[in-house]
């Protein structure tokens, strides 16, 4: 079973989070009868569409034009908690916080011109806000040939799981120990950890 | 096709790469007939092996027993190069720089209790090298119930492949301004990126 005391259902945190976050893995079935697991950057529109853009010709194209189901998982390491955080013998408590939304869907090749240079143009400013180059424009005839040249898909979500881990399943004992081991270490990210730890317990179950 | 001027086949520095990091992605058809993209720590041994653990129930388990045929991939993301640095007019040079290694393999449970111990130990201190705990010992008392609760996966390597992308695609001239922007811009890890992007060009194809 999948451990739900992590699971998210707050939309607006799971939409917050991969609009934050830039790039993720893609997992299809290949052509050759082998799991892919593709690294890819992305990003999340506000129509709630996933775009990535790639080749034309390759594995991904191979793989999704025989089977279009994909699981697309972006995912963020936050503190690492060590053991004796909370236990001074076993090594068991030890474990690692994070944040991941896991997306099932359909994948499609975008064909249509204005959609691929909205797709990517809404990709590069989440990289590039700062801007620095002409409007991706499709009937720009210097942007049509490169626009033709490149593959741009469309991940359709049919659903989307958040999970966060912050310690919801400790005891407040533990919790208060975790948050105090996290408070004294205080390396980048632990003091946002603690309070991730807070809100995510004070959350009605 | 996958595009080979970003292949590496030093096998020292993939192997290094593995070491360096402690996340990926584990791909994997899912027992309902979709593909899964699990997020997990792992840790790649002396003897090149990874080794993961997680529960004995789970969407892993379901999947991989019925067929074990997995993909692991490790990414980190390196610096965002704008396409301002090369090309005044036009967004397509923009590119991420990256290394990634994907891993093909099965994945098998281990059942005998030593092997189980060693992997959670060297699992654990890769997180946790300072230690703080007593040695996970499949025949202390204390740790045996715990372990026989673990479930611990090991995936035997059959390809690993790296690709790792610092600008060895670009002509001497745009390199030179590629390297020069980032210089200029001198974000935490440009001047590594500029590093990576020499040796990358100084190596025999």
Known sequence: MRRKEFEVTDQEAIESFLRERGDGV???????????????????TDDGSIYFHGSKKGEKMRGLSLDA???????????????YFSDPYLACPATQYFRSVRIR??????????????ALAALLGSLQ???????????????APPLRGVAVLRLDIAEMTGKFK????????????????????????????????????????
Chains 1, 2 share one sequence.
Do not use: C
Not at 26 to 44: E, H, Q, S
Not at 69 to 83: G, L, N, R
Not at 105 to 118: H, I, L, N, W, Y
């Open 26 to 44: 893609l997992a299809f079935a290949g052509d050759d009868g082998w799991p892919k697991a593709v690294p890819l950057n992305y990003v999340y």
């Open 69 to 83: 189901k994909a699981e697309f998982v972006v995912y963020e390491a936050h503190a690492f908690i060590p053991s």
């Open 105 to 118: 869907g359909t994948v499609k090749q975008v064909e249509e011109p204005a959609e691929k240079a909205r």
């Open 129 to 143: 806000p700062e801007g620095g180059h002409a409007p991706i424009d499709h009937e720009d005839p210097k942007y």
């Open 166 to 205: 912050f310690g919801q399943n400790l005891s407040d004992e533990r919790r208060e120990k975790v948050m105090q081991g996290l408070a004294e270490r205080n390396r980048p990210g632990d003091l946002r950890t603690i309070e991730e730890m807070r809100a995510a317990a004070s959350e009605p179950e």
